[in-house]
């Protein structure tokens, strides 16, 4: 089949398994197998292509970025499975601000909780190579899968075991997106094939602002949790409490100091 039948017939079968984008997702699909950007997918329009059961397992509404096995976040292209959330444009955000957090602080001690597949404390390593970056997680599925992104980049971050108690070993900045989801209903079919401990839960902010022996504290949250978190960092001694918004408006990171 060639590349202009394999988007019309992807697109549609995207469609109708309820795809938000199929367009673009079967741009990004068909751009990935050719080895080129979606853009260039359009000069090649005449060349043959197989999909190898890609549209299949995306029309199953596995996210995008697991059938593609690799992502792009800030300056990076990290590899991406099931082993960890897909890394998302909302948490650049928090990278953000957890640099301007630090932007003052030479060879600054930053702690990442709940590192997953490495995405915020490999781009924090990035984009300030004089940090120290340390990035825990009770998953050693998602640990071994930072550990694989921190070779391929070619990033030195310390990757261990831990939870929220690393965050009392003081450090000059502790960021994390925590488990934030109290339910998956309603919600897209795509966060079903991500790692449920990854997603749902509740408390973790807290845990974490109680133990921190940090200067900045920095967290991503869900929708509606803005008020909670930033009265929970003011009751543990945070100052300057400050919220953004991601890209949608909607209010992403809460963050402060002391």
């Known amino acids: 089949m060639n590349v202009r039948d394999a988007l019309r017939e992807a697109e549609q079968r995207l469609a109708a398994a309820g795809v938000e984008t199929p367009r673009v997702d079967a741009e990004w699909i068909v751009a990935h197998v050719l080895g080129t950007s979606r853009s260039g997918v359009y000069a090649r329009l005449d060349d043959d292509v197989e999909l190898d059961g890609l549209v299949e397992r995306r029309a199953a509404r596995e996210p995008l970025a697991y059938v593609l096995g690799e992502w792009g976040f800030r300056r990076l292209t990290l590899k991406t499975d099931a082993r960890a959330l897909v890394p998302r444009p909302e948490t650049e955000v928090l990278v953000e601000r957890a640099l301007a957090l630090v932007a003052d602080v030479q060879g600054p001690r930053v702690l990442d909780i709940g590192v997953g597949s490495g995405a915020i404390a490999l781009a924090l390593k990035d984009e300030r190579p004089d940090a120290v970056v ?21 990033l030195e971050v310390e990757l261990r075991s831990g939870d929220e108690t690393a965050a009392a070993e003081g450090w000059d900045l502790v960021v994390s997106n925590p488990p934030y989801v109290d339910s998956l209903d309603g919600l897209q079919p795509e966060l079903g094939f991500e790692p449920m401990t990854a997603l749902l839960g509740n408390g973790m902010h807290e845990r974490i602002a109680a133990r921190a022996s940090t200067r900045a504290l920095a967290f991503e949250i869900g929708k509606g949790q803005e ?5 929970t960092l003011r009751r543990h001694g945070y100052t300057e409490v400050r919220v953004t918004a991601d890209l949608a408006g909607i209010d992403r990171v809460v963050e402060g100091v002391r």
């Open 134 to 154: 340390v990035g825990v997680d009770v998953s050693e599925d998602a640990l071994s899968l930072a550990r694989e992104n921190a070779e391929r980049l070619g």
């Open 227 to 231: 008020d909670e978190v930033a009265a």
